[in-house]
């Protein structure tokens, strides 16, 4: 038997060193599988000073991307307008300090996500599952699930040139057709556009807050399902993996993700704010099991290079300057996320 040996050229997957600012975890959704949300009223909106403190904190960390990932308030609601401000001004805010932002707050008009377009380097929102099954189950009270809904949302940041980022949540009563058919969604939607950077293949993974009773998605099927989304997919579309939800590290469940085709392994930080149950390998510790295994872990950031000149001039001269520096932030000391 021979045995695996590191390779001289080590192939390349990729991380985004990451903080995750909550605006609000207040949710008029109830999507049953959710571990991240409040009821209204509930959960006080994070204020522009405390996000001040807490991003002149990570100046100094290696942190490059700051995701702002909200809960939802209703789109006729007399509060959207002064939610959807703070979205906007907590990216503007971190753009000025420097960092990156990009934002995933649900379902947004064509205006608002014109707006975001000015202090975002990228946008994402899951499609999650297609089939309008799911409308009587686990998003029976999810209004922003709406499949078309999702799918126009990508429509629309591919006519507005903002480079997106979308995905499947695995194992929340769909069948193997429905994830073909998500998949082919958004091949045809990219094949109109060009504007899909990432998809997400996301296992869904039980937590101590949700009112769903249900079983995470088996990681043994994840290679499967990557490598199907591989034929599917356009090549210029990256596959992430979530590497806190794909299984143990010592079962190689990693790595035979990667070997079935997934690039890429997102936002890395602190705290999974989704699923706060399962807390994020450092990028030293991914590194340890990467690299006897053939993988260089190289951290990217929240744009694809062939996106840049989509950028606003001010976005766009930021990011040229993160490029040039991003090969140092984590090496060769470890990241201090
Ligand atoms: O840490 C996380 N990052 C999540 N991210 C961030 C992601 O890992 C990357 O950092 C970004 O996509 C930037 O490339 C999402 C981004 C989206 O646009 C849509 C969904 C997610 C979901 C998660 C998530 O569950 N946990
Ligand atoms: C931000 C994204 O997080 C995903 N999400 C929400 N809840 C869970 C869970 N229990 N397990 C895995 N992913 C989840 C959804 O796909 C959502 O769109
Ligand atoms: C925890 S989910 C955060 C993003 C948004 N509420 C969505 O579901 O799309
Ligand atoms: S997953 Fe998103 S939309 Fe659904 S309840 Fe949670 S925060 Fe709201």
């Not at 909106?45 to 490059?64: F, H, P, R």
Request: charged residues 20%; glycine residues 6%; contains cysteine.
């Amino acid at each position: 038997m021979i045995e695996p040996m590191p390779v001289s050229h080590p192939r390349t997957v990729t991380y985004s060193p990451a903080y995750t600012l909550v605006p609000t975890y207040e949710c008029f959704n109830r999507c049953t599988y959710c571990n991240f949300r409040t009821d209204s009223g509930k959960s006080p909106w994070l204020s522009l000073s405390e996000a001040e403190n807490k991003l002149k904190q990570l100046q100094t960390q290696g942190v490059c991307e700051i995701l702002i990932l909200s809960g939802e308030v209703h789109p006729h609601s007399s509060r959207r307008a002064e939610w959807f401000q703070r979205i906007y001004d907590l990216g503007e805010l971190a753009l000025s300090l420097g960092f990156l932002p990009h934002t995933n707050a649900g379902p947004l008009s064509f205006e608002e996500m014109k707006a975001l377009k000015q202090v975002n380097v990228s946008m994402g929102l899951m499609l999650e599952q297609l089939t309008p099954k799911l409308l009587q189950t686990v998003h029976r009270q999810a209004p922003s699930k709406i499949p078309g809904v999702r799918l126009q949302q990508l429509e629309w940041a591919g006519e507005l040139q903002i480079p997106f980022t979308t995905g499947l949540l695995l194992g929340i009563g769909e069948t193997q057709e429905d994830w073909w058919e998500t998949l082919e969604a958004i091949a045809r939607i990219h094949y109109t556009y060009g504007h899909i950077q990432e998809v997400i293949l996301q296992p869904h993974s039980p937590g101590s807050q949700q009112s769903w009773d249900a079983p995470a998605f088996d990681p043994d099927q994840l290679p499967e399902v990557i490598a199907k989304a591989r034929e599917i997919l356009p090549g210029d579309i990256t596959i992430q993996i979530p590497p806190n939800l794909v299984g143990h590290p010592q079962g190689g469940h990693p790595q035979a993700c990667l070997e079935a085709g997934a690039r890429d392994l997102g936002g890395i930080g602190p705290k999974d704010e989704v699923n706060p149950d399962y807390p994020h390998p450092t990028a030293q510790e991914l590194r340890e099991i990467l690299e006897p295994a053939g993988w260089e872990l190289v951290p990217r950031l929240p744009v694809y290079p062939q996106y840049d000149s989509w950028l606003s001039p001010n976005l766009r001269s930021l990011v040229e300057e993160w490029r040039t520096t991003i090969r140092t932030v984590d090496s060769p000391s470890p990241l201090k996320l």
